[in-house]
């Protein structure tokens, strides 16, 4: 799709992180990567969760919203 921009890289990544850490997740899908990431065991937990993290990220520059989905 869309070229990445630093932010979505960077909104990914916090997402990932905080999903993962919460032990409550054990697969991500984000816009922003091509496979799924399976949550490791020990850190596994019963929900998926699909997301985009930074939706509308194009308009950044044109100053117009953009957030989570």
């Known amino acids: ?3 990445q921009k630093k932010l979505d890289v960077l ?6 992180k ?3 850490s919460s032990g409550r ?5 984000s816009e ?3 496979d799924a990431i399976f949550v490791q065991p020990s850190l ?5 969760v699909v997301f985009d993290p930074l939706d ?3 308009n950044i520059d044109c100053g117009v919203s953009i957030g989570t989905v």
């Open 1 to 3: 799709g869309e070229e």
């Open 18 to 20: 905080a999903l993962i």
């Open 56 to 58: 509308g990220s194009s």
């Open 11 to 16: 909104s990914n990544e916090v997402f990932c």
């Open 25 to 29: 997740t054990s697969i991500l899908v």
């Open 44 to 48: 596994r937990g019963k929900y998926c």
């Open 32 to 34: 922003e990567d091509e």
